[in-house]
């Protein structure tokens, strides 16, 4: 039997918790968890899920590859026999004739090529060079590569991003992180539709995916610490419905915009919300608690509680005892030095901020960061490398593209229906091996020895579709599993890590689109490759479905205690 001081509770509500855990449901719930304050600032945050698709994906519009053969030369002179001729003029045209090929001219006689070169006076395209940047700066042939270049530059950045601003949301805070970075983000990206120099563009993409990745991580730890236990994969799902709306507003846009300047110009000005943001969110009521940071915390759910409609004392009260269970009252707790009580909150008796050392010295955790990095590097890049490559399913550019993304909607519907059912686990060992698979098979029949036959076009556009939905689900899946893994003390820091490697992932997605053109079955042996290897990477971790987020690295040691339920009407743990 456990005693419970009686003024806490209002008879009969039942709350589920665990024994002296930092459990935050129970406070969640005595604030409504589904009440009005949760949804216009989940509304508000989930804005950004648009943001990340119209940033990472307009490469495959505004870099799209055109048509493109040389452009016919004022003079082109041949050396024949030691005669010098200009196969160009009157009288050389009916004896030879001139080819003019993607990236080279060819001079031939009858069924003899005598000449060939590299285009001398640039391109023609299909297209107004205005589509796409890769026309205005003539980004072809031997700088093929170069458009993809771009997406390396911008993931670079959130690379950086990632691994040196993250741990800025953990020690100050993630409000503030979110609202600065995303200010900076969009003054950086909305300066770059102006610019008409291609290493100037590419700089100004650095800078924004520096922010951008901080911004993001920011976002969806304050969406996980919002949520409690039952609802955490919500967020998600929502984010997941939210980036197929994003991708297809983005097809839409560059079909209608078509000048890649004003694409980009369109894509930035989206994110102008954020000049909003320091008045419309809050700082996270979990890393308040965490720092001890009282009186806003005691704030913050007064404020919850008003908005909400509820008794603000029974939150109060749950608060005091779940966060301070010592006879010292929070507010009597010294908080003046943030950096100091979020390190205590992680390693007791020392005095010094959270370093990196930290992820190295504590096996468990360490164990933990690798297995989470390797995990969202090989997501990043086969999900985003399928996306790159989508444009290939089809002869029509944006049809291929737009079919791509419209597998996402069954892939949110799959996830929201079994993530809760049977677990993060066992959604991150079928779908990848699914779609490792359908892949798989698809290469097969891109291979050359595959030849024709009835059927293998439809083939080739179905199995890549499917296996978008096992993806879709595998991304989700392993996006909310990492940060139910962290304990919040160190969770952004751990995430941030995490990104890193999915940062490398996708800077790396890009070429796909290169490698498809020349080798067509190449890029989806790959990703099913890595998609066969996340089953085995996550066999040592534990399942996190019905379990509390971790608060301390110590939580990381407990085994996962069992849901008991309080009644308030007669305060005994049945």
């Known amino acids: 039997m456990l005693s419970v001081p009686s003024h806490l509770f209002h008879p009969p509500v039942y709350y589920h918790l665990r024994i002296m855990d930092g459990n935050f449901d129970d406070l969640f719930q005595a604030l409504k968890s589904n009440g009005l ?21 307009s490469v495959v519009f505004i870099g799209k590859m055109p048509d493109h053969h040389c452009r016919t ?58 589509h796409s940047f890769v026309s205005e700066w003539d980004l072809v042939c031997e700088k093929e590569m170069m458009s993809d270049h771009l997406q390396l530059v911008f993931m670079s950045g959130e690379l950086v991003g990632s691994l040196f601003l993250s741990r800025f949301s953990d020690t100050h805070g993630r409000k503030k992180t979110l609202v600065w970075s995303s200010l900076v983000m969009l003054i950086f990206s909305t300066t770059s539709s102006f610019v008409h120099n291609f290493v100037l563009f590419l700089i100004l993409k650095f800078v924004t995916g520096v922010f951008f990745a ?26 997941s419905l939210l980036i197929l709306l994003g991708g297809l507003m983005l097809c839409v846009i560059a079909m209608v915009v078509q000048h890649w300047h004003f694409i980009q110009l369109t894509i930035s000005l989206y994110s102008s919300y954020v000049v909003l943001l320091y008045w419309l ?24 509680a008003r908005i909400n409609k509820v008794d603000p004392e029974k939150a109060l009260g749950l608060l005091q005892l779940k966060l301070w269970p010592n006879p010292k009252k929070c507010d009597e707790l010294d908080t003046t030095d943030t950096k100091s009580l979020l390190h205590n909150q992680c390693e007791e008796k020392k005095e010094s901020r959270v370093e990196m050392k930290l992820f190295l010295t504590n096996s468990r955790l360490l164990k933990l960061t690798v297995t989470a990095m390797y995990l969202w590097f090989a997501v990043a890049l086969s999900t985003q490398g399928l996306v790159m490559t989508s444009t290939y399913l089809t002869d029509d550019f944006y049809l291929g593209y737009t079919l791509g993304t419209l597998m996402e909607l069954p892939g949110t519907i799959l996830f929201w229906c079994l993530i809760n059912r049977i677990g993060r686990k066992r959604c991150l060992s079928i779908f990848p091996l699914m779609a490792a698979f359908l892949l798989i098979c698809t290469s097969l029949l891109n291979a050359p020895f595959a030849g024709t036959s009835p059927g293998r076009d439809w083939l080739l556009i179905a199995l890549p579709l499917i296996g978008r939905i096992a993806m879709s689900v595998t991304y989700q899946s392993s996006i909310l599993y990492a940060n139910e ?25 890009p070429y796909s689109r290169t490698l498809v053109r020349h080798v067509a079955w190449a890029p989806n042996v790959m990703f099913g490759a890595l998609c066969i290897s996340l089953p085995l990477a996550i066999r040592s971790l534990p399942e996190t479905l019905g379990r509390e987020l971790p608060q301390t690295l110590e939580d990381l040691e407990k085994k996962p205690q069992p849901l008991i339920t309080v009644s308030t009407e007669n305060l005994l743990i049945k």
């Not at 940071?293 to 704030?299: I, Y």
């Not at 962290?486 to 997605?509: D, H, K, Q």
């Open 485 to 509: 893994l962290f304990p919040t003390c160190v969770r952004n820091t751990g995430c941030g890590m995490a990104y890193v490697a999915g940062s490398i992932g996708v800077l790396l997605s």
């Open 281 to 304: 969110i809050d700082e996270s009521l979990i890393w308040l608690c965490s720092v001890k940071k009282s009186k806003e915390a005691e704030a913050l759910v007064r404020k919850i």
């Open 73 to 130: 030369p004022e003079s082109l002179n041949v050396t024949i026999h030691n005669t010098s001729r200009n196969v160009l003029s009157d009288e050389s045209n009916a004896i030879f004739n001139i080819t003019l090929e993607q990236c080279n001219i060819r001079v031939s006689n009858g069924s003899d090529v005598i000449f060939t070169t590299h285009c001398l006076d640039g391109y023609v395209y299909s297209e107004p060079e205005t």
């Open 37 to 57: 304050y949760q949804k216009t600032r989940c509304a508000i945050l989930l804005l950004y899920p648009i943001s990340m698709i119209f940033q990472e994906s």
């Open 214 to 239: 901080n911004a993001g991580l920011s976002t969806y730890t304050l969406l996980i610490e919002m949520m409690p236990t039952d609802q955490r994969a919500l967020p998600e799902t929502i984010k």
